[in-house]
Nanobody, 122 residues
Framework: QVQLVESGGGLVQAGGSLRLSCAAS????????MDWFRQAPGKEREFVAA????????DYADSVKGRFTISRDNAKNTVYLQMNSLKSEDTAVYYC???????????????WGQGTQVTVSS
């Protein structure tokens, strides 16, 4: 089994910064990618950022480009999301998502973290 544990959320004023972390643990053979999604109250979950684990290819939602930076630590199986110039519309629960294989012949499985609250006050 694989677990994703997020940390780093909190309350911050508009214009401020936060750094989220998501650590994967358990039976991990390989990671395909790790991503961040968010869900604001009354809205659907939306994509924020993704990083391909081996090649490092990165993708961002247009709404966060230039403000958020995704990075990874392969040795720690951890992905980070540095969030700068935060806006009130960034308020949401942020979820970590990962595509992980538990063995060579196993299929890649989608895992989700429990979520961490980010609240930006204006």
């Amino acid at each position: 089994q694989v677990q994703l544990v997020e940390s780093g959320g909190g309350l911050v004023q508009a214009g401020g910064s936060l750094r989220l972390s998501c650590a994967a643990s358990g039976r991990i053979f390989s990671i395909y990618s790790m991503d961040w999604f968010r869900q604001a109250p009354g809205k659907e979950r939306e994509f924020v950022a993704a990083i391909h684990w081996s090649g490092g290819t990165i993708d961002y939602a247009d709404s966060v480009k230039g403000r958020f930076t995704i990075s990874r630590d392969n040795a720690k199986n951890t992905v980070y999301l540095q969030m700068n110039s935060l806006k009130s519309e960034d308020t949401a629960v942020y979820y970590c998502n990962a595509q992980i294989k538990s063995s060579l012949l196993a299929a890649s499985i989608d895992y989700w973290g429990q979520g961490t609250q980010v609240t930006v006050s204006s």
